[in-house]
């Protein structure tokens, strides 16, 4: 039997934010490894989290590239030098192309029961909708946003006096088992993509 070692997917992630989401990662052993950790923001604190643990942290900071292209291109190069299995999208605010979002397979962390609520604002526009039940899930990337194939979801129930906040940190605390959850199953070859369904395998 191969050791588990020789087969460890590489895992890389992107973000933009705090990375709560990349220290859950970071906490768990996946049956991969976190290889590089890539921003897209100068001086965030999550690439100080990552060194922490001695995973390699890098920023392709948006604000130092003409135009997206030439940003994504910079982007796609520090990803490619990693030789991922699977990129993990923790809390990355930016579009990625279809081109760059189909040469490896993604996953995203949203914080919605999707199709409900896509987009950048889901916590406040599931608020403002009145609805009493929302959630996270977790979902293959495609080209149209948050529109992949779903591999997990789990519902947090609103109360009436939540704010955007209050909300967010208790659909937060549901994201940080889900999606190492989810990666788990991906570097365990358990996800099996069948149309717009995702197969957990035995
Ligand atoms: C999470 O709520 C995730 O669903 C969304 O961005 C947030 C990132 O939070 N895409 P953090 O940076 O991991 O704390």
């Given at each position: 039997?191969?050791?588990?070692?020789?087969?460890?997917?590489?895992?890389?992630?992107?973000?933009?934010?705090?990375?709560?989401?990349?220290?859950?990662?970071?906490?768990?052993?996946?049956?991969?490894?976190?290889?590089?950790?890539?921003?897209?923001?100068?001086?965030?604190?999550?690439?100080?989290?990552?060194?922490?643990?001695?995973?390699?942290?890098?920023?392709?900071?948006?604000?130092?590239?003409?135009?997206?292209?030439?940003?994504?291109?910079?982007?796609?190069?520090?990803?490619?030098?990693?030789?991922?299995?699977?990129?993990?999208?923790?809390?990355?605010?930016?579009?990625?192309?279809?081109?760059?979002?189909?040469?490896?397979?993604?996953?995203?962390?949203?914080?919605?029961?999707?199709?409900?609520?896509?987009?950048a604002h889901a916590v406040a526009d599931?608020?403002?909708?009145?609805?009493?039940?929302?959630?996270?899930?977790?979902?293959?990337?495609?080209?149209?946003?948050?529109?992949?194939?779903?591999?997990?979801?789990?519902?947090?129930?609103?109360?009436?006096?939540?704010?955007?906040?209050?909300?967010?940190?208790?659909?937060?605390?549901?994201e940080h088992r889900l999606l190492p959850?989810?990666?788990?199953?991906?570097?365990?070859?358990?996800?099996?993509?069948?149309?717009?369904?995702?197969?957990?395998?035995?």
């Open positions: 039997m191969t050791p588990a070692s020789s087969a460890a997917k590489r895992v890389v992630v992107l973000l933009s934010g705090a990375g709560s989401n990349l220290q859950a990662l970071l906490e768990r052993s996946l049956g991969g490894q976190v290889v590089r950790v890539v921003s897209d923001q100068l001086g965030a604190g999550a690439l100080d989290l990552a060194r922490a643990r001695n995973v390699e942290a890098v920023a392709v900071d948006r604000r130092e590239f003409a135009d997206r292209q030439a940003w994504e291109k910079a982007l796609r190069e520090v990803v490619t030098e990693a030789a991922p299995d699977v990129v993990v999208l923790a809390g990355f605010m930016r579009i990625l192309s279809g081109a760059f979002v189909s040469r490896w397979p993604t996953l995203n962390v949203h914080p919605s029961l999707l199709p409900a609520f896509p987009g599931a608020l403002r909708h009145g609805v009493k039940v929302t959630g996270a899930t977790v979902h293959f990337v495609v080209e149209q946003v948050d529109a992949g194939p779903i591999v997990a979801q789990e519902s947090v129930a609103v109360r009436s006096n939540d704010t955007i906040e209050t909300l967010h940190a208790r659909i937060k605390a549901v959850d989810s990666v788990t199953l991906f570097c365990h070859d358990r996800l099996a993509i069948d149309g717009r369904r995702v197969r957990i395998l035995p």
